[in-house]
């Protein structure tokens, strides 16, 4: 079967400085993909790249077998109204209201039809859990409630892509679950194919169907969640148990392995 997103053989640098040495993966229709790594490996680079927001100085990006990737302005646009991208900092505007907010991508798609526009925002906000919230101000929301509204921003065009650049960054454990599995349901709810970016290893564990790590420009590893936690490779292990992911094997609760070693480790510390 054709897969939804084909990333075949991407390079891409900035100065001298090569950040993409040929990564390829593929994303099957309505999975949900991962894309880790260390700070500065590339991975939104990446994501712009599937949104034709960047071209790459070598390979390609298709989208559901058409090419983004060097397409005239107008193909990409019309393949970028079939995805919805939520930045980093899922910045909202803070002058426009909930509904006004969501209903931006519409407005920019020429959609001026008011009864139109309220179903849709009613609907997007539904899907989030926020129905009835559009006149609302950014300022007096949560940081999980704008979370929500910038999710429900990018699935209002009703896109068959999403791609979420850190989506969780900033909040507490809480609210990250929720808006986790808030992303995980849109997927498989809808059958939407996703690609997370994320340095939150409890939710990408719990939420991925794929796991694509990358290291050094490259493509290191591909698995499932499951066989990530089981890997002996010393290297994604040292990602996983380094200082940032040390908690999240805890919280995760997925493997005994890992819960083990903290467990003896804060034994030993105790003893000290
Ligand atoms: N437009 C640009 N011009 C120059 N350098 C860039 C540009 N965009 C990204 N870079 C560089 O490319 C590298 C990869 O950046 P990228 O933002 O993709 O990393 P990342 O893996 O998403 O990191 P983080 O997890 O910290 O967000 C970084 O060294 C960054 O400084």
Redesign the pocket.
């Known amino acids: 079967m054709q897969p939804f997103i084909r990333v075949h053989q991407l390079r891409q640098s ?2 001298t ?1 090569k ?1 993409l040495k040929g990564v390829s993966f593929d994303v099957g229709k309505g999975e949900l993909m991962a894309l880790i ?10 994501l712009k790249h599937l949104d034709g927001l960047m071209d790459p100085l070598d390979g390609y990006v298709e989208i559901d077998g058409r090419r983004i990737s060097g397409a005239p302005e107008k193909i990409r646009k019309q393949i970028r109204s079939n995805i919805g991208f939520m930045f ?1 900092q899922g910045a909202l505007f803070d002058s426009l209201s909930v509904g006004e907010n969501v209903a931006f991508p519409l407005r920019e798609a020429g959609i001026r039809d008011e009864n139109e526009l309220d179903t849709r925002i009613s609907a997007a906000l539904d899907s989030v859990g926020l129905l009835g919230q559009q006149e609302k101000m950014p300022a007096s929301l949560s940081g999980g409630m704008i979370k929500r509204v910038a999710v429900a921003r990018a699935i209002i065009t009703t896109p068959e892509c999403l791609l979420y650049d ?1 989506p969780t960054a900033g909040l507490d454990p809480i609210v990250t679950d929720s808006i986790s599995f808030l992303i995980r349901q849109i997927c498989k709810d809808k059958g939407i194919t996703t690609v997370i ?1 994320s ?1 939150d290893m409890p939710s990408v564990i719990r939420i991925a169907d794929k796991i694509v790590y ?1 290291r050094n420009g490259e493509v290191y590893w591909t698995g499932t969640p499951e066989e990530l936690l089981h890997s002996k490779d010393e290297i994604l292990q040292k990602f996983l148990y380094g200082d940032s992911g040390e908690n999240w094997a805890a919280l995760s609760g997925k493997n005994e392995n890992f819960q083990r070693v903290l467990l003896e480790r804060a034994e030993r510390e105790r003893k000290q």
């Open positions: 900035f100065g400085q950040v790594g260390g700070s500065g490996a590339g991975k939104s680079v990446i980093q850190e970016v340095h990358l």
